[in-house]
């Protein structure tokens, strides 16, 4: 069975239209429940990991629990679409993103009557009697409305891989490990007794997930960063380092760079992820229209699979690759990127160093054009008429997002993916 791109989007562009009367008080108490949302979420998670500790530590990012990261984008991602909803603006980046996530995940939909159960007592507990019986009702709409859509959009993508849903968990043997850095390691996979793992779309992502000396089962996403079709699969991986108090050290990270070697097994999810060239925009832009891909330090992972397809099919579109990092030391893949370009009909590279030696930009080495400093458009032209493809960190994402904005790219030109729980874009 398959589901088309087209269906998927339908499903995620027409919701079920919140009541008028409910409209009202949603949009009335939205400032209230705004203004407490970082009250309501530590309280709804706090409840739920007590009542439910698998979740935890099977399912949930105990590092972005830690910082509070995870709670931000549920958050968000409530509020901004009861804020949607009652503008009449469509939700489709938004949700799109949240499914793919749950679907990487194996989210299923039972699932979401247990968040609805201790979110809605975490809003009680906060808010007390503010939340009367008609805001109560109005509220619970938006979330069963909410939940509805991705429940559907969600099984659609399990439709697509031909699987049950949930059922996206998987085993992949480590053929090849290549240490490119002291903090990065690229790692080959393929599945167990030479079997090919399954397809993919360039620019997807796996979950990875690995068992800790605690016994917990901790999952991350890493992106797939060559070209599709060989039955192997390829992620490079940051050793998340601790920041004293401000961040934990990558629990998953750590470990592949650890104990991952050549022959190690590790599970892995069927890919998902948004963030493809085969998504964006209609049949003819996606054979005619320019490409821009966009990214920052480890960002470029996607983009090294989305380049290494366009030379793979001999794709004869204009393609720009712009990257930013801090050094020349620091730019994992950077060789690649640049080998994958030189076999396209009409490529450009440029590359920004934010510690370039102090000396003149010819005298800089790297690949394509060299730019000191932080990433900044008004140096390259941008090819009319483009789809452009982000991925990086928060402020890189926002900086960029708002520079082709100002640049004269259509919001709905711009696709992004962020490797943190996406508060900001959501």
Known sequence: MTTSITTLESILAHPHELSDEHAAVVRETLPVIGAHIDEITPVFYRTMFADNPELLRDTFNRGNQKLGAQQR?????????????????????????????????????????????????????????????????????????????????????????????????????????????????????????????????????????????????????????TAPGDGTWRIGVRRVEADGDASPAGEVSGWLHANATVGTTIQVTLPFGDLVLDAAGTAEDREDAPVVLCSAGIGITPMLGMIAHLAATEDPRRVLVLHADRSRADHVLADEVAGEASM????????????????????????????????????????????????????????????????????????????APNDWLV
């Open 344 to 419: 396209l009909a009409d490529a450009e590279v440029h590359t920004w160093y934010e510690q370039a030696p102090d000396t003149d930009t010819d005298a800089v080495s790297g690949p394509g054009t060299v730019h000191r400093g932080l990433m900044d458009l008004s140096s390259v032209p941008l090819p009319e008429g483009a789809h452009v493809f982000l991925c990086g960190s928060t402020g890189f994402l926002q900086s960029l997002r708002r520079q082709f904005l100002d640049a004269g790219v259509p919001e709905d030109r711009l696709h992004a993916e962020l490797f």
């Open 73 to 225: 984008a549920l958050a968000a991602s409530v509020a901004t679409f009861a804020t949607l909803l009652v503008d009449g603006r469509s939700p489709v980046e938004m949700l799109s993103r949240i499914g793919h996530k749950h679907a990487s995940l194996g989210i299923t939909p039972d699932q979401y009557q247990l968040v609805h159960d201790y979110l809605f007592g975490a809003i009680v507990e906060v808010l007390g009697e503010a939340i009367t019986p008609e805001v109560a009702a109005a509220w619970d709409e938006v979330y069963w409305i909410m939940a509805a859509v991705l429940v559907d959009f969600e099984k659609a993508l399990y439709a697509r891989a031909e699987v049950e849903p949930g059922d996206v968990f998987r085993t992949a043997t480590v053929l090849a490990r290549e240490d490119v850095t002291d903090s990065v390691a690229v790692f080959t996979l393929g599945g167990p007794d030479g079997e090919p793992l399954p397809d993919f779309r360039p620019g997807q992502y796996t979950s990875v997930g690995v068992v800790l000396p605690d016994g917990a089962r901790q999952l991350r996403q890493y992106s797939l960063s």
